[in-house]
């Protein structure tokens, strides 16, 4: 059964960093693109970066190019988010996702909170 597990969420001041990871298991890690979404109190859950299972494939949204960077370790099975230069507006539960199309199904994580504020 498939498993995500993110972990590194926490408080930091703006103009500081976090580095969230995603524990996968389940499945074959290295076969499968990973996403990080993202969802702000009272807004609508937003795609903010994905990886690919090719190597050096990322994609970002615009509001988070430059700051964030998405890396994965297959050996791990672990994907990443490094955030840089954080903005109070990057607020939000943080969640791990993959899509399995055999299943038709997209699969997530449990979430961990990130708040940038002074």
């Known amino acids: 059964q498939v498993q995500l597990v993110e972990s590194g969420g926490g408080l930091v001041q703006p103009g500081g960093s976090l580095r969230l990871s995603c524990a996968a298991s389940?499945?074959?890690?290295?076969?499968?693109?990973m996403s990080w979404y993202r969802q702000a109190p009272g807004k609508e859950r937003e795609l903010v970066a994905v990886?690919?299972?090719?190597?050096?494939?990322?994609t970002y949204a615009d509001s988070v190019k430059g700051r964030f960077t998405i890396s994965r370790d297959n050996a791990k099975n672990t994907v990443y988010l490094q955030m840089n230069s954080l903005k109070p507006e990057d607020t939000a539960v943080y969640y791990c996702?993959?899509?399995?199309?055999?299943?038709?199904?997209?699969?997530w994580g449990q979430g961990t909170q990130v708040t940038v504020s002074s």
């Open positions: 996702s993959t899509f399995r199309s055999l299943v038709k199904l997209r699969y």
């Open positions: 990886i690919t299972s090719s190597r050096d494939s990322t």
């Open positions: 389940g499945f074959t890690f290295s076969n499968y693109a």
